[in-house]
């Protein structure tokens, strides 16, 4: 059975400093893995994923993300913060070779302050 | 959020009461989702169509029913069998089911 974990409910950020978002996830075969972002009250808006290819994933806004097969991970990164990169923060995962759907995370709340 | 309307942004449900959410998509995307999303729970999928005239149940489909007459539509129906209805609930669509999601606005359901 497929599986994504965010251990942490909230990450909270100084603006300026490095952020990091965590994700560890579980599938039979090969993962698609997919991350997400979503400001209150409005739908999500995809930021990157990785099929296959580098581990190194870059998307928008800044964002990245390292895929790590061995650690079964896919952490959201960013070198340096904004206030407005405050919002819900979504992993999700499907197994390349089933017919089965994308399964979401909780869901990480990152904070940034100025 | 581009591509993809919901409607309406928000809607009050009354006691016994079915309700319609509405999502359309300009995308010409075959695939099409609906969600749910609850404060702390992430997103369960409800129904799924993959093509015009063809739908699944999802995780939690109990209490719900869809339709997908036209490939830019696919509307979710809250019937009365569904207990706990209030929550945000979420339409994506893509060009297949293993491509990127893309999702719309959102509507929140509430109870009266």
């Known amino acids: 059975a497929q599986s994504v974990a965010q251990p942490e409910d909230q990450v909270n950020v100084a603006e300026g400093n490095p952020l990091t978002v965590k994700c560890t996830y579980s599938?039979?075969?090969?993962?698609?893995l997919f991350w997400y972002v979503q400001y209150p009250n409005r739908g999500l808006q995809f930021l990157l994923k990785?099929?296959?290819?580098?581990?190194l994933v870059k998307g928008s806004y800044g964002f990245e993300a390292e895929f790590n097969k061995s650690q079964t991970s896919f952490h959201l990164k960013k070198p340096s913060a904004l206030v407005s990169d405050s919002a819900l923060y979504f992993c999700?995962?499907?197994?390349?070779?089933?017919?089965?759907?994308?399964?979401f995370g909780k869901g990480t709340k990152l904070s940034v302050k100025p | 959020d581009g591509g993809i309307t919901q409607s309406p942004k928000y809607l009050f449900r009354k006691e016994g009461q079915n309700v319609t959410l509405s999502c359309e998509q300009n995308?010409?995307?075959?695939?099409m989702y609906w969600y749910r999303q609850d404060p702390g729970q992430g997103l369960r999928l409800i129904y799924y169509?993959?093509?015009?005239?063809?739908?699944q149940k999802g995780d939690i489909a109990e209490g719900y029913s869809v339709s997908r007459e036209k490939k830019e539509s696919f509307p979710l129906t809250v019937t009365s069998a569904q207990k706990n209805p209030t929550a945000f609930y979420l339409c994506?669509?893509?060009?297949?089911?293993?491509?990127?999601?893309?999702f719309g606005p959102g509507t929140r359901l509430l109870v009266l």
């Open positions: 994506a669509s893509s060009r297949g089911t293993r491509e990127t999601q893309y």
């Open positions: 599938v039979s075969g090969n993962p698609y």
């Open positions: 990785y099929i296959t290819g580098d581990n």
């Open positions: 999700a995962v499907r197994d390349v070779g089933s017919q089965g759907n994308l399964i």
């Open positions: 995308l010409n995307h075959d695939a």
């Open positions: 169509s993959q093509i015009v005239n063809d739908f």
